[in-house]
């Protein structure tokens, strides 16, 4: 079956440092992967997405997260973290189920910026 | 850009209650979805939609049910409301290969 796992529930880094959420999905076709970010009280923002073509893929707010097929994993990273950046990460990955597309979502890891 | 407009952002109902979650998109996408979204948990699915009058089963439909009479919105009904039912509750649309685009969520209280 369809999984996503975030293996970190919650992350503290400082401000100015570096970032890399994990995300380790389980799908046996070619994945469609995505990261969404959720502000508290609001709804999820997607960050980028990965259909297919240059494993390296850019998104909004200057995040990128690499597709790594040989470890299932599209983990997400930033290099200087902005005070901003405090939120709930999720990653996804839509699939085919009876001929409908769906999407499975990670549990989420909270993100909390220090300074 | 998509707007997906959640016609509450708090709401607090008693248990027993019919309870109806609306939700309104402005970029004629076919595809509509419902999750709830419990800390721990992540996002589940409840009911989408396809189409117009077309509705599938989640994978957490149990207490739920849908409506889709217009394209552009899809309710989510709690029909008898219980207070498992506490939650946020998000909606989403989406077109083709695009992802998914969500509203803002109703934060859903039951007493």
């Known amino acids: 079956a369809q999984s996503v796992t975030q293996p970190d529930i919650h992350i503290t880094v400082s401000e100015g440092a570096s970032l890399e959420l994990r995300c380790n999905y389980s799908y046996g076709a070619t994945p469609y992967l995505f990261w969404y970010v959720q502000s508290p009280g609001q709804g999820l923002q997607l960050l980028l997405k990965y259909f297919s073509g240059d494993t390296l893929v850019q998104g909004i707010k200057g995040f990128e997260a690499e597709f790594k097929r040989s470890q299932s994993s599209f983990n997400l990273r930033k290099p200087s973290v902005h005070w901003s950046d405090a939120a709930e990460y999720f990653c996804?990955?839509?699939?085919?189920?009876?001929?409908?597309?769906?999407?499975?979502f990670g549990t989420g890891t909270k993100l909390q910026v220090i300074p | 850009d998509v707007k997906v407009t959640q016609s509450s952002r708090y709401l607090v109902k008693r248990t027993g209650e019919k309870v109806f979650l609306e939700c309104v998109q402005d970029m004629d996408h076919e595809n509509m979805f419902w999750y709830r979204q419990d800390p721990g948990l992540g996002l589940r699915l409840i009911y989408f939609?396809?189409?117009?009058?077309?509705?599938e089963k989640g994978d957490i439909p149990e207490g739920y049910s849908v409506s889709r009479e217009k394209k552009e919105r899809f309710s989510l009904i709690l029909e008898s409301a219980s207070t498992n039912q506490t939650s946020m509750y998000l909606c989403a649309s989406q077109t083709g290969n695009q992802p998914q685009h969500f509203g803002d969520g109703t934060r859903l209280s039951i007493l």
């Open positions: 996804a990955v839509r699939f085919y189920s009876g001929g409908y597309q769906k999407v499975t």
């Open positions: 939609s396809y189409d117009v009058k077309m509705k």
